[in-house]
Nanobody, 127 residues
Framework: QAQLVELGGGLVQAGGSLRLSCVDSGRTFSEHTVGWFRQPQGKEREFVAHIRWTGNDGTYYRDSVKGRFTISRDDRKNEVHLQMDDLKPEDTAVYYC???????????????????WGQGTQVTVSS
């Protein structure tokens, strides 16, 4: 069964960068809105960014990551990336990749808008 897999987490110092990748063998990402969420320890899961499918093109970010994080999609490799620059200790969390149903409308940012999820990857930013 197709599933999303997150790659690229790790430990980085504040001010550093990490690039997360989301891969899926069963879905064509250009037909789905793909989002990144994160869950800091002991806190609720929160939306980070999404990139919409090609017929509803665009990206959307939570305010605290605007200008630091960039979401992109590589249609040739069927991957979605989250480039995270100028990382801060408050970015520490488990990061999840998620996908909507095909050709979803609007600008989804709630976890319940995304029925498909990966297992998550830990990102730790040390001060």
């Amino acid at each position: 069964q197709a599933q999303l897999v997150e790659l690229g987490g790790g430990l980085v110092q504040a001010g550093g960068s990490l690039r997360l990748s989301c891969v899926d063998s069963g879905r064509t990402f250009s037909e789905h809105t793909v989002g990144w969420f994160r869950q800091p320890q002991g806190k609720e899961r929160e939306f980070v960014a999404h990139i919409r499918w090609t017929g509803n093109d665009g990206t959307y970010y939570r305010d605290s990551v605007k200008g630091r994080f960039t979401i992109s999609r590589d249609d040739r490799k069927n991957e979605v990336h989250l480039q995270m620059d100028d990382l801060k200790p408050e970015d520490t969390a488990v990061y999840y990749c998620a996908a909507t149903v095909p050709k979803a409308r609007g600008t989804p940012s709630r976890a319940r808008d995304f029925p498909y999820w990966g297992q998550g990857t830990q990102v730790t930013v040390s001060s």
